[in-house]
Nanobody, 121 residues
Framework: VQLQASGGGLVQAGGSLRLSCAAS????????MAWFRQAPGKEREFVAA????????YYAGSMKGRFTISRDSAKNTVYLQMNSLRPEDTAVYYC???????????????WGQGTLVTVSS
C-alpha cells in the first residue's frame, strides 16, 4: 500500500492543524492505521492509531484530549486533527499502516513520506 501524507505547516502555539494520509494500492480496510512523529535528534514516537474493524482509537499519553485520529474508508484516508498545539509538538509526522501493529514503529509495514509540523511559541 502507498501512503501520502499532507497537511503539515507552520502554526502558532495553541493553534490547530489537520493532517491527512491518503492510501492506495491494497485494501485500506485490511490495515490498522497510525501516526508517528519524529523530532530532530529524537527517535520516532507513536502518536495515535485506529483499528481497521471497529474504529477503536489509541493515543500516546501527551496527545490524549488534544489529537483525534479518524478514518474515512470511502476515501481511503486517515486524518489526524491536532488542537492546542505546543512547540514540543514540532516534528515530522508520518502515517503508517500495519496488519498486526500496535504502538511500535517496527510493527508497521508501510510508511508515508512524512509531513513537517512546526509550532512556534
Amino acid at each position: 500500500v502507498q501512503l501520502q501524507a499532507s497537511g503539515g505547516g507552520l502554526v502558532q502555539a495553541g493553534g490547530s492543524l489537520r493532517l491527512s494520509c491518503a492510501a492506495s494500492g491494497r485494501t485500506f480496510s485490511n490495515y490498522r492505521m497510525a501516526w508517528f512523529r519524529q523530532a530532530p535528534g529524537k527517535e520516532r514516537e507513536f502518536v495515535a492509531a485506529i483499528n481497521r474493524n471497529d474504529g477503536s482509537t489509541y493515543y500516546a499519553g501527551s496527545m490524549k484530549g488534544r489529537f483525534t485520529i479518524s478514518r474515512d474508508s470511502a476515501k481511503n484516508t486517515v486524518y489526524l486533527q491536532m488542537n492546542s498545539l505546543r512547540p514540543e509538538d514540532t516534528a515530522v509526522y508520518y502515517c503508517a499502516a500495519g496488519e498486526i501493529a500496535y504502538t511500535r514503529a517496527g510493527q508497521y509495514d508501510y510508511w508515508g513520506q512524512g509531513t513537517l509540523v512546526t509550532v512556534s511559541s
